[in-house]
C-alpha cells in the first residue's frame, strides 16, 4: 500500500496512546500526525490530589512533545473543521489531508450552559479549577460544602464520589471536624449507575463511613449565587457555603459541525471496532457515545462512561485495526470494554472497581474493599504515564525488578 497519513485529532489520552501505538505498528514511511490544541497535557485524574496540596501543578503537567514517540509529528493547533467528505481537516496552522482519521477531541466542559453556574461555583474538573479549589479549602472557616454533579453525561462516573471524600479528608485535616458536612448531589439514581445497584450499594456504604450525605435524583436547574442556595429541577432547595461543581459538558466545537455527532453532539461508532459511520474514520473516548446492554433504553440512557480507562484501551484497539488494515499485518483487535476504576476515599486509600462493561445481560462490575494497595496503583500509574516516554520501559523495569527483589522471585527482562 501507497505511504498514508494517519491524522489523530487531540492530543490527550486517547490520542497519545493511539499515536504512540500507531508509530510502534507502522513502518516508517507512513505518517503519524497528532492535532493537539495545547502544547502541554495535564493528567486530569491527578487534579483530585493537586485540589487537596497533595500535587503541585508542575508534578502533573508534562510537554505533549515528550508523551509522544520520535516519529510522531505534532501539530500545536486548534482543530477549526473536520471535512469527512473531502477527507481533510482545517486546523489553525493550516490544512491537512488523511486516509485514515482518529478523532479523541474529548469532552469540553459548559459552565454557562446552567443559569446562574459559572463564576459561582468551584470545580476540581480542571487544572486551574482544581489550583483555586485547593487555596478555598485552605481558609475555608467550615459550613456546608454542596458538590453537585450538573448534569449528565460526565467523564469519570468515580470523580464526584472521589471529590467528595477527599475535600472532607482535607477539611478534617485542618482540624474542622464537626464545623463541617460535604453534601454530594447528583441527577443519577445511585452512585455509579451504570455498574448497577450491588456496586451502587457498596459506594453508597462508603460515601456514608465517610460522612458523606449523598442526594440522587436532583437534577440542578440554577444557581443563586448571592444568596449561595441551588434550586433543582423539581423545585427541591438547598443552601451552600462552599459550592463544588462537576460543570455540564459537551462535544468539543469542532465536532459538532462535522457532521459526525448524534443529536447530542456526540459521535456514534461501532462498539467493537470504534469506526463511525464515515469510511476510514473513527472515534475514541470522551467524543464518543457507546450504547451498553441492559442500560440502553430510553429512560435509562446509561452510555458507556467517558473515562480515560475506556479511552486508553480503544485508542490500542484502532491503532492495531489500522496498522493491521495497512500492513496486512498483526491482528484487527476488537474493543471490548474492560474497564477498572481507583476510587480515591481519602487516608491514602482507595476502593477498586472493576469489570466487563458489555457484560450480558447487563455490564458485571465488581468492589474490592478500600485499602492502600489500590491508592498505591494510582499513583504508580500517575508516574508511569507522565514519564517521557522514552524512559517509561526503564520506569516499568525498575518496578519489576523491585517487585522482583522484594518478593524474591526473578524476571527475566
Ligand atoms: C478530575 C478527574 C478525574 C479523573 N479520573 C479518572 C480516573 O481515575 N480514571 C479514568 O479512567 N479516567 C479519569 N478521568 C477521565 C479522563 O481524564 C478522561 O476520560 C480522558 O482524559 C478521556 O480521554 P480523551 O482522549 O477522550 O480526551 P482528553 O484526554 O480530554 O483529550 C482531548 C484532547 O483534545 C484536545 N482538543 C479539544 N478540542 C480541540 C481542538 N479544537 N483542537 C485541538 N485540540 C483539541 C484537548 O486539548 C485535549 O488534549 C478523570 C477526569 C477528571 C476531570
Redesign the pocket.
Known sequence: MAAQTIVI????????VAANALRRLLPAEHRVVV????AT?A??????WLMTGDRRPGQIVRP?RSLLRRGVELVT????RIDVSGGRVE?GAGGLAYDRLVV?????LAPDAIPGLDGAAQT???LDG?ARLRDELRSFPGGRVAVVVSSLPY??P??PH??AMLIADTLRRRGLTGKFDVHLFTPESQPLPVAGPALGGMVSDLLAQKGIHFHPGLALASVDGGNRRLEFKDGTREDYDLLVVIPPHRP???VRGSGLGNEAGWIPVDRATLRTLHERVYA?????AIGLPGRWRPEVALPLP???????AQ?LAVAKRIAHDITGTGEAEEFCAG?Y??LEAGEEMAGFAYGNFYGEPSPQVEFRKVGKSWHLG?VLFEKWWLTPVGLRRDLLRLALLAGGRASGVTMEL
Open positions: 485529532l487531540g492530543g490527550g489520552i486517547g490520542g497519545q492535532v493537539e490544541r495545547d497535557h493528567f486530569a485524574p491527578s487534579f483530585l505533549v493547533a486548534p482543530v477549526d486546523t479523541a477531541l474529548g469532552a469540553e476540581f474538573f480542571s482544581a467523564k469519570c468515580g470523580a472521589e471529590g468539543p466545537a469542532a475514541i473516548g470522551d467524543v464518543t467517558k473515562a480515560g480507562v475506556f479511552a486508553h485508542a474497564g476504576c481507583m494510582k
